[in-house]
């Protein structure tokens, strides 16, 4: 059974700081990997995807993959108020023509203080 | 485009009634995904359609049934509902194709179901 495993926090930091959000899988064939923002209430909205080892930035966000060590992680630099919600990472074994099959962690949920 | 949409958004049952939750998008993705959401949870795949006429079990398909008879419309339908039901679904839709990239997944505002 894939697992994607996430810290449930809630994880605080101080408004301007490096939020770091961490997430490890089990299947060594995953190949992509996802983190979603969910504000409470609300439906998951994509903010960033890594298909290769390394870091990829995206604005305040970088999304970190260590494929050897089977983790990805998420830092988000000069956190904001707005940023608090619950980020859920998500992983696809490969892409298949039988569909893109998304495996969530349980979220980590961020609080970010004014 | 309205993106994806789902009706109701809020539905109590009693156990052992049925219902089904409507799921539609308006931008042509040929797939479109189920989710269950418990509380404090990820999102579990319920079913899953790439295309008009195909469906498949993703990983918790126990008590539920689907459809795809459209491009735009996926619903689904629980039958006899059972407590364990109780949930927050989404629905979500997404454009593959065979190049090999990923498409991003766009999930509707999702359907909150409490089974009494």
């Known amino acids: 059974q894939k697992e994607v495993e996430q810290n449930s926090g809630p994880l605080s930091v101080p408004e301007g700081a490096i939020a770091s959000l961490n997430c490890t899988y089990s299947?060594?064939?995953?190949?992509?990997f996802f983190w979603y923002r969910q504000y409470s209430g609300k439906s998951p909205e994509l903010i960033m995807f890594?298909?290769?080892?390394g870091d990829k930035e995206d604005g305040r966000f970088t999304a970190q993959l260590n494929k050897a060590s089977q983790y990805v992680s998420l830092l988000i630099r000069d956190s904001q108020p707005s940023d608090s919600a619950t980020y859920l990472c998500?992983?696809?074994?490969?892409?298949?023509?039988?569909?893109?099959?998304?495996?969530f962690g349980t979220g980590t949920r961020l609080a970010v203080r004014p | 485009n309205a993106g994806v949409t789902q009706t109701p958004k809020f539905r109590i049952l009693k156990i052992g009634q049925s219902m089904t939750l409507q799921c539609a998008q308006d931008?042509?993705?040929?797939?479109m995904y189920w989710y269950r959401q418990d509380p404090g949870m990820g999102l579990k795949l319920i079913y899953y359609?790439?295309?008009?006429?195909?469906?498949d079990k993703g990983e918790v398909p126990n008590g539920y049934n689907v459809s795809r008879s459209t491009t735009e419309d996926f619903p689904l339908r629980l039958e006899l509902a059972a407590p364990s039901q109780t949930s927050v679904y989404f629905c979500?839709?997404?454009?593959?194709?065979?190049?090999?990239?990923?498409?991003?997944?766009?999930f509707g505002p999702g359907t909150r179901l409490t089974v009494l």
């Open positions: 998500a992983v696809i074994e490969e892409k298949k023509s039988s569909g893109d099959k998304l495996t």
């Open positions: 890594i298909y290769s080892n």
């Open positions: 931008m042509n993705h040929n797939y």
């Open positions: 979500a839709s997404s454009y593959s194709n065979t190049g090999g990239s990923y498409n991003e997944q766009f």
């Open positions: 359609s790439v295309g008009a006429g195909i469906t």
């Open positions: 299947d060594r064939g995953s190949q992509s």
